[in-house]
């Protein structure tokens, strides 16, 4: 048998037993799905006023790391958040884990010492080419060493930081995802070489992803991270799961409490699942499994535009959204919660990538 007889055989039995985990998790009580569930958090930069829209004020920072202290939280290893959208371990109620993108050098002078007081354990991913060039905005491996020693993981971000939808002129999309699985590689190979880095968890730069390179990367072995809102559990596709950015704009205390307190809705079937379109009103078909939530008050906002129509199909069953004005350009989403009788909300997202085919205007 040739190998990519052996190679392609091997795929399509993987495929078709992610499919049967799938069908059981279906199955689970809601006790048990809840059971598997976790927040993530993502931030960039801490007390770096020049970039609003990847900061985190020092003084919200701190009321967030108040709150989860106080509030019944338990910040968990991202490697336990891991486990259990694999393995099916079981978390502790209210659990958080918290992550951090690109290794700015921030990190290492404002949150390192806030988490090292409290104990709290975080990962950042690193991309390994601004490290290695010495950039000064970014942690040196040293820094990196030191944070390993007291809580801190590091994870695979990739070595250049491209977007693994970039395309380079003339390039096909299997030249693509041999450039993609070559930069993860790479910057895989650095991290081993200079820590002991958290195996098999990637986070997409810039959040972006298309259904191609998110199936080569479970195909690699990672449990990959987007940069859309929710909180992520047994249902949760591990291709892109959910993360909450947390920047200077939605940092307040109000919307902190809210996120942190959230579960993920259990959405069966995202259709179509790719967040790239080339429409300017894209739409979704979402199929929900066995809640507690009221359904019934779904609500859903897409970037831009706040509140749109929710079509259901099915009463409380599988709903369509998107957006009601054209989209620009470049990165979108929509956000979907549904509220519980115990305050905390059921949480949904979805990213689009509006690329209009050429000569079409977004």
């Known amino acids: 048998m040739s190998l990519l007889r052996q190679f392609v055989n091997r795929m399509t039995v993987a495929k078709c ?79 958080v884990a918290i992550t951090i ?12 010492p806030l988490f090292r007081a409290d104990g709290i354990p975080f990962t950042v991913f690193v991309s390994t080419n601004a490290v290695d060039e010495g950039r000064p905005a970014y942690m040196t491996w040293e820094q990196m060493r030191e944070m390993a020693a007291h809580g801190a993981s590091f994870a695979n ?12 002129e003339n390039e096909t999309d299997a030249e693509r995802l041999v450039r993609v ?30 259904r191609p390179a998110a199936d080569l990367l479970r195909d690699m072995g990672y449990v990959s991270f987007g940069q859309h809102s929710g909180a992520v559990g047994p249902l949760s596709d591990n291709r892109a799961l959910p993360r909450f950015p947390m920047a200077e704009p939605f940092g307040d205390m109000a919307q902190f409490r809210t996120k942190v307190a959230s579960l993920p809705m259990p959405a069966l079937a995202v259709e179509p699942w790719d967040p790239i379109v080339t429409t300017a009103k894209p739409s979704i078909d979402v199929t929900l499994g066995e809640s507690d939530a009221r359904f019934g008050e779904l609500a859903c906002f897409v970037s831009g535009q706040g509140s749109v129509k ?21 990165r979108q989403r929509v956000n979907c919660t549904a509220p519980r009788n115990d305050g905390r909300y059921l949480w949904f997202s979805h990213p689009w990538i509006v690329q209009p085919t050429q000569g079409e205007n977004p």
């Open 17 to 95: 037993l992610r499919s049967v985990a799938a069908a059981l998790l279906v199955l689970l009580p809601i006790q048990v799905l809840a059971a598997g569930s976790a927040v993530v958090l993502m931030y960039h930069r801490f007390g770096e006023a020049r970039f609003p829209s990847t900061n985190i004020r020092v003084e919200q920072f701190e009321a967030q790391l108040k709150h989860l202290r106080d509030g019944g939280y338990t910040v968990v290893p991202l490697a336990d958040v891991i486990a259990a959208i694999n393995d099916g371990a079981t978390l502790r109620e209210r659990a």
């Open 101 to 112: 993108d690109d290794a700015y050098r921030s990190v290492f002078g404002v949150a390192y």
């Open 157 to 168: 971000h990739g070595a250049s930081h491209t977007s693994v939808i970039e395309r380079r």
């Open 181 to 210: 699985s070559e930069d993860v590689e790479k910057g895989w190979q650095r991290l081993t070489e200079e820590l002991d880095p958290l195996p098999g968890a990637f986070a997409y730069p810039y959040g972006e992803y298309d």
């Open 310 to 330: 929710v079509g259901w199909y099915e009463k409380e069953r599988k709903f369509a959204v998107g957006p009601e004005k054209p989209f620009a350009r470049g």
